[in-house]
């Protein structure tokens, strides 16, 4: 049994997606199942059950995986020990990103990484900004790539990499979209569809309307950021999107305020730092 195999069965449980965790590791789909496979083999029971098109856990991958989590989590802090101690840029590396950062900011960067480090064991966690923030607190994650909160933690290291400025968008057919120098208590009237409450991106928007006494009109929180485009797009209301998000789906408002949101990493300097993580910060700080 190699650990290749329960890293394939954790990451298939998160990701509820034989595809989308082949994507993530970097491998094929048949070389998922046969890492699965060999797991069940090995245990003797039935880890995943064919759901229509997908895959449903079965009650034993279920009672599996947090022993698996935790057994992976002990081995990755012997791996930084140990790598911290002989100075060798190798184990697993336990990462966290945003999915608008791994989709339009990561890949050259994870890329370069890679071919400089193969002995690196690179695993990447698509989570929610604030979600990353709490895991790289608690220790779940080495490092994360995020949008960084308004107020931040001393208890953490923060560095910014990009500047990611953020643009009020509509439908070219709205009417917003055909007016000329607005201003926020224009935008009242309309129904507006943003990020949950508590997401970093929602937190900066909702203060500029505070400082203006205005509260926008809220109908509908999705925090994937691509599903709030589509969603706008097709004419349910303005939004708050990041500037690289715009296409000739949107219109960006004629609305003089600069809003910028900023985007970068963070980790823990309390705990113990693996090489491959010092590696990691010190390219992006360089690059």
Same mark, same amino acid.
């Given at each position: 049994m190699n650990l290749a195999a329960f890293e394939a069965f954790v990451k298939v449980m998160e990701t509820g997606s034989i595809s989308i965790a082949a994507?993530?590791?970097?491998?094929?789909? +048949?070389?998922?199942?046969?890492?699965?496979?060999?797991?069940? $083999?090995?245990?003797?029971?039935?880890?995943?059950?064919?759901?229509?098109?997908?895959?449903? +856990?079965?009650?034993?991958?279920?009672?599996?995986?947090?022993?698996?989590?935790?057994?992976?989590?002990?081995?990755?802090?012997?791996?930084?020990?140990?790598?911290?101690?002989?100075?060798?840029?190798?184990?697993?590396?336990?990462?966290?990103?945003?999915?608008?950062?791994?989709?339009?900011?990561?890949?050259?960067?994870?890329?370069?990484?890679?071919?400089?480090?193969?002995?690196?064991?690179? $695993?990447?966690?698509?989570? $929610?900004?604030? =979600?990353?923030?709490?895991?790289?607190?608690a220790g779940e994650l080495e490092l994360a790539f995020l949008t960084l909160p308004p107020v931040g933690d001393d208890r953490l290291n923060y560095v910014t990499i990009w500047n990611d400025p953020l643009v009020f968008v509509t439908a070219p057919f709205h009417p917003l979209a055909q007016q000329t120098q607005l201003k926020l208590e224009d935008l009242i009237?309309?129904?507006?569809?943003?990020?949950?409450?508590?997401?970093?991106?929602? =937190?900066?928007?909702?203060?500029?309307?505070?400082?203006?006494?205005?509260? +926008?009109?809220?109908?509908?929180?999705?925090?994937?950021?691509?599903?709030?485009?589509?969603?706008?797009?097709?004419?349910?209301?303005?939004?708050?999107?990041p500037k690289t998000l715009v296409n000739q789906d949107l219109k960006q408002l004629d609305l003089q305020l600069d809003m910028q949101r900023q985007l970068g990493m963070v980790w823990h300097p309390a705990r113990i730092q693996s090489k491959a993580a010092e590696e990691l910060i010190r390219m992006m700080q360089v690059g």
């Open positions: 994507e993530q590791l970097f491998i094929t789909q +048949p070389a998922v199942t046969k890492r699965i496979h060999s797991l069940e $083999d090995y245990f003797g029971v039935k880890l995943f059950e064919s759901a229509g098109r997908g895959i449903q +856990p079965t009650h034993a991958a279920h009672s599996l995986l947090p022993k698996v989590q935790t057994w992976l989590n002990k081995l990755g802090e012997i791996h930084h020990t140990l790598s911290h101690e002989q100075a060798q840029v190798q184990g697993r590396l336990k990462i966290g990103t945003s999915h608008h950062i791994g989709l339009h900011h990561l890949a050259e960067p994870l890329k370069n990484f890679v071919q400089h480090f193969p002995q690196v064991t690179l $695993d990447v966690h698509f989570v $929610d900004s604030e =979600q990353a923030h709490e895991q790289v607190l009237a309309y129904p507006s569809l943003l990020p949950a409450a508590q997401t970093y991106t929602s =937190q900066i928007t909702l203060a500029e309307f505070e400082k203006n006494n205005l509260k +926008p009109k809220i109908t509908m929180s999705n925090n994937p950021l691509e599903s709030i485009r589509m969603l706008v797009s097709i004419g349910l209301g303005w939004s708050v999107l």
